[in-house]
């Protein structure tokens, strides 16, 4: 199982008074633009996706809208609420597990719940100090997450390393 590990890409900021929850606030024009171009990157890599899980905010489903665009994905974007910035890796990893069937996932949340994620996986619940930009995007790969709560880290990349990989 592949698990792309996606944070949104650059949305207004917080405290914008249009925006009265933060869960509302959406992506920059900039941020929709370099989307599309980290999900090129994405696709010259490789990477495909089964199912793309968002987190119901705003600026994340945005971010999935956009991966499913350009990956021409036909099936439905689903949401959990464990994406959400504090939400909670295990709940996450029991309802993947419970409700999806797919080898290759796009996880498409916020910080620092991403991170979170990681070092549950790659760490064993150790706290992983990376650094997922807006946009940018890190592979995992597991064997089983029914049985086991491990898995690689295959790679982790900037949200311009993407952008110039889209570009070639």
């Given amino acids: 199982m592949n698990l792309y590990i996606i944070r949104h890409a650059i949305a207004v900021d917080e405290g914008t008074p249009e925006y009265e929850q933060d869960s509302e606030r959406t992506l920059t024009d900039k941020g929709k633009k370099k989307m599309r171009q980290i999900s090129k990157g994405l696709r010259t890599l490789g ?22 665009d350009v990956f021409k994905v036909k099936a439905e974007i689903a949401f959990s609420d464990n994406l959400v ?46 650094t997922l930009k807006k946009g ?19 790679w982790l990349l900037t949200p311009g390393i993407l952008v110039e990989i889209g570009e070639k």
């Fill in 47 to 68: 990477a495909d996706f089964d199912l793309i899980l968002s987190s119901p905010y705003v600026r994340a489903k945005e971010t999935a809208e956009i991966l499913a």
């Fill in 85 to 130: 910035p504090m939400g909670d890796p295990d709940l996450l990893i029991a309802e993947m597990n419970e409700k999806y069937n797919a080898n290759s996932i796009a996880l498409v949340g916020h910080e620092p719940q991403l991170t979170a994620l990681v070092s549950l996986l790659a760490a064993e619940n150790t706290s992983v100090d990376m």
């Fill in 136 to 154: 940018g995007v890190c592979r995992l790969s597991a064997d089983d997450l029914h049985h086991s709560r491990k898995a690689t880290l295959e």
